[in-house]
């Protein structure tokens, strides 16, 4: 789905690398979302934000950081990347009063 | 906080078999439940979701689902499945300002 997308699609890197991932949208919507999905652990939340000027940690924020550019950009860095974020990464936007999530195609990251 | 535990990790069909996928969520109270769908290489899709009103949801595709208040649970259905079906699925439930997902179903459909 074309409205929300994700750069890099695939990425390989080496441990202690800082590594940018890049989201945007074209929804419209103000709440963007960062997650990592790992085998057999589901989605796990790392960093949220309602506009422009929130930031909220989720359930994994250590190792991670997050940047809100613009409403329709939201860009989440590893400052100095390990093993086990090796991980696929998901970026969301929800629209306000809806919960219903829109998911981008997804950051394949390997960290050797 | 709300959990959400999904106890079917793997399962495995015949094509027209019937299907159903267990959700339960932590807590009560008013609660917005989601069921979505991760296909082979591509990223997640709302198949379904349940807010207020009849418990039955109908998605898309021919799933649906019953939110079951007193079992806290939110369980998926389809009375036949597909080869196309062949997917992960992910139970999801409302948390103040965020979701919280289940660890997935993967469904595996054999012609």
């Known amino acids: 789905d074309a409205d929300v997308t994700q750069t890099p699609r695939n990425r390989i890197t080496k441990t202690g690398k800082r590594i940018m991932l890049e989201c945007s949208q074209t929804?419209?919507?103000?709440?963007m979302y960062w997650y990592r999905q790992d085998p057999g652990l589901g989605l796990r939340l790392i960093y949220y934000?309602?506009?422009?000027?929130?930031?909220n940690k989720g359930e994994i924020s250590d190792g991670y950081s997050v940047s809100r550019q613009a409403q329709a950009k939201f860009s989440l860095s590893l400052e100095s990347a390990i093993p086990n974020q090796t991980a696929l990464y998901f970026c969301?936007?929800?629209?306000?009063?809806?919960?219903?999530?829109?998911f981008g195609p997804g950051t394949r990251l390997t960290v050797l | 906080a709300q959990s959400v535990s999904q106890h079917n990790h793997h399962v495995i069909l015949s094509e027209a078999a019937s299907l159903e996928l267990g959700c339960n969520y932590s807590y009560g109270g008013t609660v917005n439940l989601f069921w979505y769908v991760q296909y082979p290489g591509q990223h997640l899709q709302l198949l379904l979701k349940y807010f207020s009103g009849d418990p039955l949801v109908k998605g898309i595709k021919g799933f649906e689902a019953e939110f079951i208040k007193s079992k806290f649970s939110f369980n998926l259905r389809k009375p036949s499945v597909q080869w196309s079906d062949t997917a992960e699925y992910f139970c999801?439930?409302?948390?103040?300002?965020?979701?919280?997902f289940g660890t997935g179903t993967r469904l595996q459909v054999f012609p």
């Open positions: 999801a439930v409302k948390d103040t300002d965020k979701l919280i």
């Open positions: 934000s309602f506009d422009v000027k929130d930031i």
């Open positions: 929804k419209g919507h103000d709440r």
């Open positions: 969301a936007t929800s629209d306000f009063g809806t919960d219903t999530q829109y």
